[in-house]
T-cell receptor, first 111, second 117 residues
Framework: QQPVQSPQAVILREGEDAVINCSSSKALYSVHWYRQKHGEAPVFLMILLKGGEQKGHDKISASFNEKKQQSSLYLTASQLSYSGTYFCGTDRFNTGNQFYFGTGTSLTVIP | GAVVSQHPSWVICKSGTSVKIECRSLDFQATTMFWYRQFPKQSLMLMATSNEGSKATYEQGVEKDKFLINHASLTLSTLTVTSAHPEDSSFYIC?????????????FGAGSRLTVL
């Protein structure tokens, strides 16, 4: 089963913040975050490998709670370019095979 | 950076024909390649994991005989949709990893949009 993301969709005004959650019913060994623009391939944002890990780049950051089998992506002071669909992903069995994506969150930033 | 080339970008075919989609890693050796299918406004659904030199591992519900995957070299994997039907119309995306393990970032091809008439 794929990880479940919430919310399914969110609309923001430029400058507002958003949080996207990714929750798995199975153990998470690592969490990847990707953003996909319409009609394009997903683009890598970041990867978290250890429980408790937090990292960020520019105004996008993420955390990984291994015990709760959850990860969250934080977007601060959103920009128009942040619009797209965000997916978390995980290598379910930590074997390099069977890499699954979450259900996706559509994020739209409006002026 | 790692680059994955996917070809063709789009294809339109008649029902009953077969279509081949290629996925190439241009500047690294990909021991593992993943094939996904994505319907409009939905997530990427893993179809199969392809390991160089061995048979692909298909996800439950994916027909092996319909979606033939070949990973003959460390830089090339192909997906052949055999006897395509309109319900096979979708966006197919491949991704590649230099080696196994969840720590490796996936590099995606640009995707191939298949339309079956």
């Amino acid at each position: 089963q794929q990880p479940v993301q919430s919310p399914q969709a969110v609309i923001l005004r430029e400058g507002e913040d958003a949080v996207i959650n990714c929750s798995s019913s199975k153990a998470l060994y690592s969490v990847h975050w990707y953003r996909q623009k319409h009609g394009e391939a997903p683009v890598f944002l970041m990867i978290l490998l250890k429980g408790g890990e937090q990292k960020g780049h520019d105004k996008i950051s993420a955390s990984f709670n291994e015990k709760k089998q959850q990860s969250s992506l934080y977007l601060t002071a959103s920009q128009l370019s942040y619009s797209g669909t965000y997916f978390c992903g995980t290598d379910r069995f930590n074997t390099g095979n069977q890499f699954y994506f979450g259900t996706g969150t559509s994020l739209t930033v409006i002026p | 950076g790692a680059v994955v080339s996917q070809h063709p970008s789009w294809v339109i075919c008649k029902s009953g024909t077969s279509v081949k989609i290629e996925c190439r890693s241009l500047d690294f050796q990909a021991t593992t390649m993943f094939w996904y299918r994505q319907f409009p406004k939905q997530s990427l659904m893993l179809m199969a994991t392809s390991n160089e030199g061995s048979k692909a591992t298909y996800e439950q519900g994916v027909e092996k005989d319909k979606f033939l995957i070949n990973h003959a070299s460390l830089t090339l994997s192909t997906l052949t949709v055999t006897s395509a039907h309109p319900e096979d119309s979708s966006f197919y995306i491949c991704s590649a990893s230099p080696r196994g393990g969840g720590a490796n970032v996936l590099t995606f091809g640009a995707g191939s949009r298949l339309t079956v008439l």
